[in-house]
């Protein structure tokens, strides 16, 4: 993982595909005294995702690459972080797969949230299987990124009780704050603060 030289902060890029949320709590993270890091990049496959704005408010440099071409938008990606220096990703609710060879040239510094406690409900719809397998409980998993999806070593959890009653939304709304204080808890974790 990065390291902190000086007073410098790691340049981190967050990646995105929605409501960038944890984007919006990861910015407000890195402008605290005790941030490790600086939000320097915004990456979104998608147009549309309203956590864009989050770029024009904070002033934070923002690209949309469309994935029609996997490879070739991975490759301008790549690009992107090298001229913006970049030595730390967060991948915050974004929906591609990212490949091998580009996690190859980010080794160990690749993070990502996902509302499950992993290794249970991999992939979408967590919280509605988690309901649906009358789970006592749920919660949110900071691991890093590996080749297979939502896989990689676990570094921080949270746990979330499931109410009774407890529907989707209920549960991702719980679960989404808990999200939001795990992340930096693990970003620190990561760099040994
Ligand atoms: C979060 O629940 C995150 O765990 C998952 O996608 C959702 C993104 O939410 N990977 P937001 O865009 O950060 O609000």
Do not use: E, H, Q, T
């Given at each position: 993982m990065a390291t902190l030289t000086g007073s410098k902060k790691i340049k981190t890029a967050v990646f995105i595909s929605g409501k960038g949320s944890n984007l919006k709590n990861l910015i407000k993270f890195s402008k605290t005294?005790?941030?490790?890091?600086?939000?320097?990049l915004i990456i979104s496959n998608?147009?549309?995702?309203?956590?864009?704005?989050f770029g024009k408010m904070f002033k934070i440099k923002k690209k949309v690459f469309n994935f029609q071409n996997k490879f070739i938008s991975e490759k301008s990606i790549l690009l992107e972080l090298k001229n913006n220096k970049i030595d730390l990703i967060c991948l915050a609710g974004f929906m591609k797969i990212i490949s091998k060879n580009f996690i190859k040239n980010f080794k160990g510094k690749i993070l990502n949230i996902h509302p499950?406690?992993?290794?249970?409900?991999?992939?979408?719809?967590t919280h509605q299987r988690a309901i649906e397998n009358n789970e006592k409980f749920s919660g949110c998993t900071v691991h890093y990124v590996s080749a297979?999806?939502?896989?990689?070593?676990?570094i921080l959890q949270k746990k979330v009780k499931i109410k009774q009653n407890e529907n989707k939304k209920s549960l991702e709304k719980r679960i989404l704050a808990q999200e939001h204080k795990l992340y930096p808890k693990a970003i620190l974790k990561v760099l040994n603060l």
């Open positions: 005294k005790k941030s490790p890091i600086s939000i320097d998608n147009f549309k995702a309203k956590g864009l704005v499950s406690l992993l290794p249970k409900y991999k992939g979408l719809n297979k999806l939502d896989s990689g070593k676990i």
